[in-house]
């Protein structure tokens, strides 16, 4: 996906004049309108998701840019747009700077990851200072928009979901815990990392409260694994720990759990 497929050009004015930051989510709203793909819904509808997510916390990030942006259920695809403000507005801002770009993004429920990669793209892309000027500084929506495309060049990253799990295994008993990361340490593929972890009833036996009852003996051995695999291995992890431990609907002092990632990006070294 490019900037130049998402950023809509009748959604893009230069030059604005807005007394605050009232103003700015109602010209948002008027300017989303104009595009096609929210043709069935009301400016009203827009301006209300807009204030809404404001209310969580200011989308401008300083040094003078905002993104607003909202989620809206009957919108199909990412509406992107643009305002400059040559005297700034205040918008709440971390800095306390007025800001002068806007670049908006009204997105659909159902790709909240690549709303994510795309809020992160523009934030990426305007951290050159003299481009963000030349953008404040155009005269012309045609100007302001070149002039985004060329501080954004490149592709926004996109990613396939639904390729990798995360699985959690937590094992209450050292031996096995050797014998179950031993088992899967060699599976091609698998990002392992253990992290330490403790019985509740380490932390519930130090509350007045509590201690009588936590006053137990409760095993102390505590790990959780936890493996990002491809899909289509998660099964072969399961199969290798119930060779260690039989099946584990009837286990006890062993946990195993399984999600679906949305994203998963990046590796671990060895």
Same mark, same amino acid.
């Given at each position: 996906?490019k900037?130049?497929d ?5 959604c ?11 103003m700015?989510?109602? =010209?948002?709203?008027?300017?989303? *309108?104009?595009s096609? $793909?929210?043709? &069935?819904?009301?400016?009203? @509808?827009?301006? =209300?998701?807009l204030?809404?997510?404001?209310t969580? *916390?200011?989308?401008a990030f300083?040094? *003078?840019?905002?993104i607003?942006?909202c989620?809206?259920?009957?919108v199909h695809?990412f ?21 002068? $770009?806007?670049?908006?993004? +009204?997105a659909? #429920?159902?790709d909240?990851? #690549?709303?994510?990669?795309? $809020? ?5 892309a ?5 481009l963000?000027r030349k953008? +404040? ?8 928009? =070149?002039?985004? $495309? ?21 094992i209450?008993?050292?031996? #096995? ?9 060699? +599976?091609?593929?698998a ?21 009588a ?7 102390e ?8 695999v491809?899909?289509?291995?998660? &099964? =072969?992890?399961i ?5 260690? @431990? ?24 060895a």
């Amino acid at each position: 996906m490019k900037f130049s497929d998402v950023v809509r050009v009748e959604c893009i004015r230069a030059q604005a004049s807005v007394e605050d930051k009232a103003m700015v989510l109602c =010209e948002i709203a008027a300017l989303a *309108g104009k595009s096609p $793909l929210c043709r &069935n819904i009301s400016e009203e @509808t827009i301006l =209300e998701a807009l204030q809404d997510r404001e209310t969580l *916390g200011s989308t401008a990030f300083g040094n *003078g840019i905002a993104i607003p942006h909202c989620r809206l259920k009957n919108v199909h695809d990412f509406v992107v747009g643009l305002i400059s403000i040559p005297d700034g507005v205040d918008f709440d801002a971390p800095d306390h700077k007025k800001v002068h $770009l806007v670049i908006f993004i +009204i997105a659909p #429920t159902t790709d909240s990851t #690549t709303h994510i990669r795309l $809020l992160s793209s523009i934030s990426q892309a305007l951290q050159d200072a003299a481009l963000v000027r030349k953008m +404040i500084a155009a005269k012309s929506a045609k100007a302001l928009y =070149e002039k985004f $495309l060329q501080a954004a060049e490149g592709d926004i990253p996109t990613y396939e979901p639904g390729k990798k799990n995360q699985l959690h295994i937590f094992i209450q008993d050292r031996l #096995t815990f050797e014998k179950i990361l031993g088992s899967i340490a060699g +599976i091609e593929g698998a990002s392992l990392s253990v992290v330490d972890s403790q019985n509740i009833y380490q932390y519930l036996k130090a509350i007045p409260l509590f201690a009588a009852a936590s006053n137990h003996d409760h095993p102390e051995f505590c790990k959780m694994i936890v493996a990002i695999v491809e899909r289509k291995l998660s &099964n =072969e992890i399961i199969r290798r720990i119930e060779t260690i @431990t039989g099946s584990l609907s009837k286990c006890s002092g062993i946990l195993v759990t399984v999600q679906e990632l949305a994203f998963c990006a990046g590796m671990l070294e060895a």
